[in-house]
């Protein structure tokens, strides 16, 4: 049920010829990246299908997002990619969760007792500067401690900088590192993995067997465009008005109308993830471009119209008519960042075999 006129649409059918036609070009195994709830989109949901997909593991950010995708009964292998508490390990065990060696220090820091069944891939730092080994000695060392602790080292992984950029070189210098790191090590890893989408599709990285694929899965990349995006965001008019030249708009007066015309309103505002620097985008209305005028508000904001729409007509913020790269770019931000920021308060819509199958407003779906 959708209490509110403003929704993301998520196409289904879409995420999963992405994931079939990324593993069908790159001809490797695939991670699916749906932290951050699925990239905002509901992880459940993104996790299932992708499972129908065939994906060969899901990663997401932190314990608590993997935990939750296991108590929605979500059994196939998870990657926790970011840091986890050491005094955790237990837990990950108990539901067969693998998690990231960040440090020599969170090797030490591992409780001794009954860790033997923990799952580990080894995170090397090539150049982001974020988490992560950075010599070979400490992955040499790292290696050493964990087999006499007897945790299950399954892989070893980076994370380029740049891959979204024309000039690879800096990312090649990364991979370069990357493969002296893994030639050191005499032990077999069942999974190596450097590339995320853009590199996955632009970039041979020939010591690995496996992507860890984000953004591509929902449709987005600098280098595809035979992928086909997942999202689209859409409101409707709950009210319209005609004012008259002179008058204003919104908080601050920021907007005066030039002439007599229609002001639009439509139940959707900063609160939502659509943030005030979207004042004077575009919107989508029946095969018009309207402009967003005045500032938005929490929970609303409002479209300049020449003509008369009623209460209930479809607005598309973006989707099939202004691309999700398109506002990010408007944005000065990235496609990621647009996704990410759309909060709970937006019910979703689901399309599955070409119809929609499922909504879901998440703050509400107890009651």
Known sequence: MLYRDSW??????????????????????????????????????????????????????????????????????????????????????????????????????????????????IKIDTGLNRIGLKTIEELQQAMLLLKEKGVVVEGIFTHFACSDQKDQTFTKQQYSLFKEFVKSCTHTFTYIHTNNTDASLSFDADITNCNRVGLGIYGYSSYDKQLKPCVSLYSKVIHCKKIKQGEYVSYGITYQAQKDEYILTIPIGYADGWIRKNQNRKVWIHGTLCTIVGRICMDQCMIQSDVFYPVGTVVELFGPHISLETVA?????????????????????????????????PRFDKL
């Open 8 to 121: 993301i649409q998520f196409n289904l059918d879409h995420l999963i010829y992405n994931i079939h036609y990324i593993k069908k070009k790159t001809n490797k195994k695939l991670m699916a990246v749906i932290k951050a709830n699925g990239y905002g989109n509901g992880d459940i949901e993104v996790a299932k299908s992708a499972i129908e997909a065939n994906i060969d593991y899901l990663c997401v950010s932190s314990l608590d997002e993997a935990l939750n995708l296991r108590q929605h009964s979500i059994d196939v292998p998870i990657l926790i990619l970011g840091y986890v508490n050491p005094s955790y390990s237990s837990l990950l065990i108990e539901h067969s969760l693998t998690t990231t060696v960040v440090s020599i220090d969170w090797i030490h820091q591992l409780i001794t007792d009954d860790i033997k069944d923990l799952k580990v891939h």
């Open 329 to 361: 770019s408007e944005l000065d931000t990235i496609s990621y960042e647009v996704l990410t920021l759309l909060s709970d308060r937006l019910g979703k819509v689901y399309i599955k075999d070409n119809k929609e199958t499922f909504r879901s407003t």
